[in-house]
Each structure stands twice: as structure tokens, then as C-alpha cells.
């Protein structure tokens, strides 16, 4: 009997509801955002502190990619303040 299923993203696989799948996969682009952005523009980690008003072991996390540390308020702001713009589009769900 083949039980297999099949989902849209990793995280509607792995997380215990679809709130928190949607959570996450915000988080997920957020911080993916962040780093290309801080990769993109060769700043240090602790310029990158100083700009988002964060400690430098903050921005490792956030550069090794530690999605459980960050909330949403948290990378939105972090997102701002690297001059960055966030759009949200709210669909009805499939």
C-alpha cells in the first residue's frame, strides 16, 4: 500500500499545522532576502549589526540560517532597515 503524500512546500511537510507552515515559509524568505542582500553587498557582519541594530552573533544566526531564533517583526525590521521592501500577497488557499 503506497502511503506517500505529496506537499506543496517542505514546511507543509514538517510543521504540525498550516499556520505554522505559512509562518515559517515567510520566515524562510525573509531570511533568504536578508542574506543575499548582506551577501550582495559584501557588509560585514558587524556593519550589518550596527545597520539593523542587532548584536553581530545575531547576524550569524540569521547568516547560518537559524529560523527558529526569528520572529516575523524581527526579520520585517531587519528587512527595513536594510532598505529593503516587503510585499505580502494574501491568496485564498487551494
Known sequence: MNTS???VSVW???E???EEAENMKLRSALM???K???VRSEMSQAQAARLFGV???RISDLMRGKINLFGLDALVNMAAAAGLHVEMRV???A
Open 12 to 14: 507543509d511537510a514538517i
Open 32 to 34: 533568504t532576502a536578508l
Open 36 to 38: 543575499n542582500h548582506l
Open 91 to 93: 491568496l485564498e488557499a
Open 5 to 7: 503524500q505529496r506537499f
Open 16 to 18: 504540525d499545522t498550516p
Open 55 to 57: 548584536t553581530q552573533p
